[in-house]
């Protein structure tokens, strides 16, 4: 059994500050990449920012510049910092993560069960 946790949002003032964090818990051999995604109302959802284990990261154009994605491997966790905040950046944000189970030899993918964050004008 694998699980991801999801802590962080809220509401916040345009132009603030968020943070967000993801926790992977249970049988895990490995984790590859982990991410963030993020679905609006109305919307689909749609790529965040993306890490690998090495650090690698990729940012959707829209968030360039304002949000940082970070992980410690040693914590199974992903990080989201989230600056300049616009109205438009509200959605439900979802973790995601390629983990590979113990005694297993297929990565799969698994997500979080989100978190709402909500920027006031």
């Known amino acids: 059994q694998v699980q991801l946790v999801e802590s962080g949002g809220g509401l916040v003032q345009a132009g603030g500050s968020l943070g967000l964090s993801c926790a992977a818990s249970g049988s895990i051999s490995s984790i590859n990449d982990m991410g963030w995604y993020r679905q609006a109302p109305g919307k689909q959802r749609e790529l965040v920012a993306t890490?690998?284990?090495?650090?690698?990261?990729e940012y959707a154009d829209s968030v360039m510049g304002r949000f940082t994605i970070s992980r410690d491997n040693a914590k199974n966790t992903v990080y989201l910092q989230m600056s300049s905040l616009k109205p438009e950046d509200t959605a439900v944000y979802y973790c995601?993560?390629?983990?590979?189970?113990?005694?297993?030899?297929?990565?799969?993918?698994?997500w979080g069960q989100g978190t709402q964050v909500t920027v006031s004008s």
């Open positions: 890490i690998t284990y090495g650090g690698s990261t």
């Open positions: 995601n993560a390629q983990i590979m189970r113990t005694f297993h030899f297929a990565v799969r993918t698994y």
